[in-house]
Nanobody
Framework: RVQLVESGGDSVQAGGSLRLSCKVS????????MAWFRQFAGKEREGVAH????????NYADSVKGRFTISQDNADNTWYLQMNDLSPEDSAVYYC?????????????????????WGQGTQVSVST
């Protein structure tokens, strides 16, 4: 059974940083796509960043470029989202997700419909 477990969500002040973690178990293939999404209260989930597990190619939503970094520790089956210079507009539930194929290029690469497995989410709250 494939499981994705996020951790690291917290409450921080604007300008602060957080690092989210996503531990994957039960998935034995080496080449796939991992992504982070977020969902604001009352809104649709939106893609934040993805990374190809083989090659490490990344893609980011415009709203987080230069502030967020997605990375991976393949040996530990853990993916990370380093978030710097946080603002209240980043407050959301953050989810990691796994796509059983290579990452797609362009905006479609952060379309939630192509990701099969999801974590339970972790709350990030940023105050002024």
């Amino acid at each position: 059974r494939v499981q994705l477990v996020e951790s690291g969500g917290d409450s921080v002040q604007a300008g602060g940083s957080l690092r989210l973690s996503c531990k994957v178990s039960g998935y034995d293939y080496s080449s796939f796509c991992m992504a982070w999404f977020r969902q604001f209260a009352g809104k649709e989930r939106e893609g934040v960043a993805h990374i190809s597990t083989r090659g490490g190619n990344t893609n980011y939503a415009d709203s987080v470029k230069g502030r967020f970094t997605i990375s991976q520790d393949n040996a530990d089956n853990t993916w990370y989202l380093q978030m710097n210079d946080l603002s209240p507009e980043d407050s959301a539930v953050y989810y990691c997700a796994l796509r059983e194929a290579f990452c797609l290029a362009g905006p479609v690469g952060l379309d939630e419909r192509s990701f099969r497995y999801w974590g339970q989410g972790t709350q990030v709250s940023v105050s002024t």
